[in-house]
């Protein structure tokens, strides 16, 4: 054997497998073949054991790297390596059955080689244990990085364009769990993820963002099917007895168009999430497809969003009363308070800023200021002399995670020096995701030290019943749905249930009032149901603070 010869083929292997990155094991083919060739090698097996035990037992792995196909001497050269994860690698080479023995010389340069070859392995193993932390998560399923990855791949391409953008959110995947067990939830999961998979035919990825929250990527041929994939699809989920269940989500679809600007993930997940929110909260689709409309609309909540510190500094934000009236008597019983936005020179109403306070923990700041602007019109009515009726302020569930609350309340009460009684704390039953502990024990402080609570729109949320078995409220404030269109008799459904719902709350020892009374007709129905109080536009807009103030001096309504 040369030694150039040796040199000259080891030089172009290390050469040839440096450039294997991407490989999970070597594939030199004819170089591999060449250099064994030089050094006598039959047989090349790397055996991968997981621990000291398994290689006692000979339980591992075989690869085999390098085979003529011919019988071999079993005398092999070994080198064994031990990782420091305590996996224990042995890699053995077999000289020619019929061949010289391999002089000293040569076991030296082969025992070079098998280490190089052992070192290439373990490198190229590393980057495959990368490839797995960066594109999967832990239960095995491609991540958002992978989606990125991939968006930038087919820009790469010049396909971008061809592609749909998905994200969506399994329905009501936490009663499944606790419909079938999360480990069969797991399997339900998994399968709808496959079925994505299979039916986009490998033109795209499905990825899972978190939870029960995926994302995709697809040639814009398959939308029609993975939307009726999405709107609901039968799953096995024992396959034993094959029963199934069904899986749906709510989506966000981008239509990627031609000539889109690209520049980062972010332009296509905000587009997509943003769709998958709006499909949450919309009353007639599951599925909701990106506009530009849309993306104005985000930029609009962006913008309040940053002025909201500003513009409390400033006081922007007003108090307006409106009225509560008492039917049997049309006396002035109290108020409701309400927030609107001086800004810029005009008035915004509501509907264009609370909902997106809403949507995070903003809105918390901006009940607690109202809560502070109310208490001090209450006391300086108080000072002046003014016949104070009690005002209701509105508290979002959002303050339910906050374990001070309580504490921050009755703070903001007590520091105005206004008596309890003149406060009555509204929170919403629209929610379907309340924690009744929480509420409970809200409620039941508030009560504690003499300030009224009560539930604000009642019935047209999932647990209304629930919420007034469980929860001991003062009042109980119908919600407009309940009143009788100008067409409806006195013996239609709404009418017959709004009767119901009153004396109800009557039998429980509740205060009633019935928001949106806007017609005599509508008063008519609250005397004739025994409802003490309305409030609505027959009586009274919400009002400014002195158009209000006007009120408690006069306190009855000609009507």
């Known amino acids: 054997m040369m030694a150039d010869a040796y040199y000259e083929v080891f030089e172009r292997l290390v050469s040839e497998l440096a450039d294997c990155d991407s490989a999970p094991y070597p594939e030199p083919g004819h170089m591999l073949d060449e250099i064994c060739d030089v050094l006598r090698i039959e047989r090349i097996e790397v055996m991968q054991f997981r621990n000291y035990v398994s290689e006692r037992q000979e339980d591992g792995n075989l690869l085999c790297l390098h085979d003529e196909g011919h019988p071999y001497k079993d005398e092999p050269l070994v080198l064994r390596v031990e990782n420091e994860n305590r996996t224990i690698n042995r890699c053995r080479s077999y000289p020619y059955l019929n061949g010289e023995p391999w002089t000293e010389v040569e076991k030296s340069r082969i025992m070079i080689f098998l280490k190089t070859l052992y070192s290439f392995i373990s490198r190229?193993?590393?980057?495959?244990?990368?490839?797995?932390?960066?594109?999967?998560?832990?239960?095995?399923?491609?991540?958002?990085?992978?989606?990125?990855?991939?968006?930038?791949?087919?820009?790469?391409?010049?396909?971008?364009?061809?592609?749909?953008?998905?994200?969506?959110?399994?329905?009501?995947f936490s009663l499944v769990n606790q419909q079938i067990g999360r480990r069969a939830g797991d399997a339900v999961m998994r399968c709808f993820y496959d079925g994505l998979q299979k039916l986009i035919e490998g033109n795209g990825c499905v990825c899972r963002?978190?939870?029960?929250?995926?994302?995709?990527?697809?040639?814009?041929?398959?939308?029609?099917?993975?939307?009726?994939?999405?709107?609901?699809?039968?799953?096995?989920?024992?396959?034993?007895?094959?029963?199934?269940?069904?899986?749906?989500?709510?989506?966000?679809?981008?239509?990627?168009?031609?000539?889109?600007?690209?520049?980062?993930?972010?332009?296509?997940?905000?587009?997509?999430?943003?769709?998958?929110?709006?499909?949450?909260?919309?009353?007639?689709?599951?599925?909701?497809?990106?506009?530009?409309?849309?993306?104005?609309?985000?930029?609009?909540?962006?913008?309040?969003?940053?002025?909201?510190?500003?513009?409390?500094?400033?006081?922007?934000?007003?108090?307006?009363?409106?009225?509560?009236?008492?039917?049997?008597?049309?006396?002035?019983?109290?108020?409701?308070?309400?927030?609107?936005?001086?800004h810029g020179g005009k008035l915004i109403p509501p509907s264009e800023f609370i909902p997106v306070l809403e949507a995070g923990m903003e809105i918390c700041t901006l009940d607690f200021y109202m809560l502070d602007k109310v208490c001090k019109d209450i006391r300086r009515w108080l000072d002046t002399g003014l016949r104070v009726v009690r005002i209701s302020v509105n508290l979002s569930r959002r303050h339910m995670v906050d374990m001070n609350l309580l504490d921050h309340l009755i703070g903001i009460v007590d520091s105005n020096n206004v008596p309890h009684e003149y406060i009555e704390i509204e929170l919403?039953?629209?929610?379907?995701?309340?924690?009744?502990?929480?509420?409970?024990?809200?409620?039941?402080?508030?009560?504690?030290?003499?300030?009224?609570?009560?539930?604000?729109?009642?019935?047209?949320?999932?647990?209304?019943?629930?919420?007034?078995?469980?929860?001991?409220?003062?009042v109980l404030k119908v919600d407009k749905?309940?009143?009788?269109?100008?067409?409806?008799?006195?013996?239609s459904r709404r009418s017959v249930m709004f009767r119901h719902v009153v004396s109800m709350a009557r039998e429980l020892g509740l205060e009633c009032i019935t928001e949106g009374v806007?017609?005599?007709?509508?008063?008519?129905?609250?005397?004739?149901?025994?409802?003490?109080?309305?409030?609505?536009?027959y009586y009274d807009r919400p009002l400014p603070v002195e158009e209000f103030e006007k009120r408690l001096v006069h306190h009855t309504y000609q009507k």
């Open 124 to 172: 190229t193993r590393l980057l495959k244990l990368a490839n797995k932390f960066a594109f999967y998560d832990d239960a095995g399923y491609t991540n958002l990085r992978y989606f990125y990855k991939s968006a930038w791949e087919y820009l790469e391409h010049e396909k971008l364009d061809k592609m749909n953008a998905y994200h969506f959110n399994l329905k009501h």
């Open 209 to 342: 963002v978190g939870g029960d929250n995926f994302v995709i990527l697809a040639d814009k041929k398959y939308t029609q099917d993975i939307i009726a994939y999405l709107s609901g699809t039968g799953v096995v989920y024992d396959e034993t007895s094959g029963e199934k269940i069904l899986v749906s989500a709510c989506a966000g679809v981008f239509e990627i168009p031609p000539g889109f600007r690209f520049n980062g993930e972010f332009d296509l997940m905000d587009r997509v999430v943003s769709c998958t929110q709006a499909a949450k909260n919309s009353d007639t689709t599951d599925i909701v497809f990106f506009s530009e409309e849309m993306m104005e609309q985000k930029r609009r909540a962006m913008k309040i969003q940053r002025l909201l510190p500003e513009a409390l500094a400033k006081n922007e934000f007003l108090v307006y009363y409106q009225p509560k009236v008492a039917v049997n008597g049309r006396e002035l019983s109290g108020a409701e308070a309400l927030c609107r936005w001086q």
């Open 428 to 474: 919403t039953e629209t929610t379907t995701d309340v924690e009744f502990t929480d509420l409970k024990r809200v409620v039941g402080g508030l009560q504690a030290v003499g300030i009224s609570t009560s539930v604000d729109d009642f019935g047209i949320g999932y647990s209304s019943l629930n919420l007034i078995k469980e929860i001991p409220w003062n």
């Open 481 to 491: 749905s309940f009143l009788p269109e100008k067409e409806e008799s006195s013996g």
């Open 518 to 537: 806007e017609t005599a007709e509508h008063v008519q129905l609250l005397l004739d149901s025994h409802c003490d109080l309305a409030q609505g536009f």
